[in-house]
């Protein structure tokens, strides 16, 4: 929010306005649709889980409806979770990327990034690790690759083959 209105007018937002916008985002992201859930996904997370490879959700949200929803839909807990409230430069920075490393004590050559959006992807190759991407929606393959993933796949299932799981 902060960085939106710096860049949008030219100033510092007030805190008056950054608890007034975030208070309507919680407003909306309640009232609205509980997103589907990507097929195959709680089961891809089981895999990795059952692995023995740590789980870290990297997202620019702090809605506490997206929070309780990875938690009741996938098990992930708060301590497993960045969100925008745990950062000070959201994607494409690669700050929340690197907090995710820390969170599961990993060095970026060991880890591995399963993203849906091209910030996301900027951010977590910006941070040093390797990145793929699930194409959820209505963006054209390419523009996932030119963001920088390694390899963009169509549905869980290819990159459950992709990780031998």
Do not use: W
């Not at 709680?42 to 990795?48: G, R, T, Y």
């Not at 990034?113 to 996301?120: D, F, Q, S, T």
């Not at 996932?144 to 083959?161: C, H, M, P, Q, Y």
């Amino acid at each position: 929010i902060k960085q939106g209105i710096q860049k949008i007018e030219n100033r510092e937002a007030t805190e008056e306005e950054i608890n007034n916008i975030y208070k309507e985002k919680t407003r909306l992201m309640h009232n609205a649709a509980k997103a589907d859930m990507v097929p195959g996904m709680k089961e891809l997370m089981n895999s990795i889980r059952n692995s023995g490879i740590n789980i870290i959700v990297v997202t620019g949200s702090s809605q506490p409806a997206l929070l309780d929803q990875l938690r009741n839909d996938f098990g992930v807990e708060r301590r497993e979770v960045v969100s925008g409230e745990d950062v000070k430069t959201g994607k494409p920075d690669p700050e929340p990327y690197y907090i995710g490393l820390k969170k599961a004590d990993c060095r970026p050559e060991n880890a591995i990034v399963v993203e849906n959006a091209p910030l996301g992807i900027k951010s977590a190759v910006k941070a040093g690790i390797y990145t793929i991407a699930i194409n959820t929606g209505p963006l054209e393959n390419e523009l996932l690759t030119r963001a920088g993933a390694s390899k963009v796949f169509e549905n869980t299932a290819e990159i459950r083959e992709f990780l031998n799981l």
